[in-house]
């Protein structure tokens, strides 16, 4: 049983060799654990101190990619080196890397197919901005409700994947991936859970993904409506569509009862055109999801022929 730790590094040069070396190396049911580091095009000498530090594989991307690009670098490395577990973690040590024994055990012992840390359960998060966990919280929320799970952590990277996982995923997007992973993971019936984990953010970091607020809402926002609506299309576009069929009866209704009263139709035209139109901008929406339901369907025998191929590029 192979374990691959991989740490996604953008100019982490100061803290990686610190977090490389607290990685456990000895740990119960797996008989080999290797450290994987994507460099992500650092300016930095981040790339060179990580295979001092002693990580086994090290990889560039040569240019800054992002953090969506460098996780799919990630996981192409990890099942080409033989992973049976990859585990992802921060290279700044802000999660401690003796979790990652207590992060890989529901897949030891086959009972997920991926573990995803939690920061929000009674290990709180400490010093964590006050705004990245109210947006953290809320995203979890709505998603979850969405998806009829609950979601504890929705963008955590400290996370745990089966071999089986990483050769199922699909990861489109290049800004980030745990939004993705997440909806993708939950859309192929594969089972994960939350596991609580102690995390420290240090005072004065800046994210390496979220450079305003303003900007990480919108690009998570197109992100995680993309990935819903190609999950779960009749529920995105005919959740809607029923509502506004619904409505644009309640209001026809409406005129029927108004008109039969006094038998004239012009003081009441509002409610027939508004009802009308309800109906009709409802009922497109229910076309496009019976449409989208037959593209999903597609793209699933799309996916698993991806899967097959990808099995047969990495067999071990």
């Known amino acids: 049983m192979r374990l691959i730790v991989n740490l996604p590094a953008y100019n982490e040069a100061e803290k990686i060799a610190e977090t490389i070396k607290r990685i456990p190396r000895q ?8 450290v994987q580091v994507i460099d992500d095009g650092s300016k930095d000498a981040t790339f060179t101190i990580a295979k001092e530090a002693g990580a086994e594989l090290v990889y560039t991307n040569g240019v ?3 953090v969506g690009k460098t996780f799919r670098h990630a996981v192409e490395r990890a099942l080409e080196n033989g992973a049976d577990i990859m585990v992802n973690i921060d290279a700044d040590g802000q999660f401690d890397p003796e979790d990652i024994k207590k992060i890989i055990q529901p897949i030891l012992s086959h009972e997920v197919d991926m573990v995803s840390a939690d920061r929000f359960d009674h290990l709180a998060a400490k010093n964590i901005p006050f705004i990245k966990d109210v947006l953290n919280r809320l995203a979890a929320k709505l998603i979850g409700s969405f998806m009829n799970v609950k979601i504890k952590d929705l963008t955590c990277g400290f996370r745990a994947y089966s071999r ?3 050769l199922r995923l699909n990861l489109p997007g290049d800004y980030t991936y745990t939004q993705e992973v997440i909806i993708d ?13 102690a995390v ?13 607020i ?3 809402v919108n690009n998570s926002f197109r992100i995680i409506i993309r990935a819903i609506r190609d999950v779960r299309p009749m529920k995105f576009f005919g959740i809607p569509g029923l509502l506004l069929m619904l409505l644009g ?9 108004f008109y039969s009263q006094d038998l004239k ?9 508004f009802g009308g139109g309800s109906f009709f901008i409802g009922l497109q929406f229910f076309v496009f999801a019976l449409i989208a339901d037959m593209i999903k369907s597609s793209r699933r025998l799309t996916e698993d022929l991806m899967y097959q191929v990808k099995k047969d590029r990495y067999q071990k």
């Not at 005072?203 to 390496?208: F, I, L, N, P, Y």
């Open 27 to 34: 740990i119960e049911g797996i008989d080999e654990v290797l």
């Open 64 to 66: 800054n990619r992002g």
């Open 164 to 166: 089986e996982t990483l």
């Open 185 to 197: 993971a939950l859309g192929k019936n594969l089972k994960i859970k939350w596991v609580p984990v």
């Open 200 to 212: 420290t953010y240090y005072e004065g970091r800046k994210s390496r993904v979220v450079k305003t």
């Open 214 to 216: 303003w900007s990480y």
């Open 249 to 257: 009866i309640a209001f026809f209704i409406t005129f029927l009862v």
């Open 265 to 273: 139709i012009s003081p009441y035209r509002n409610y027939l055109w």
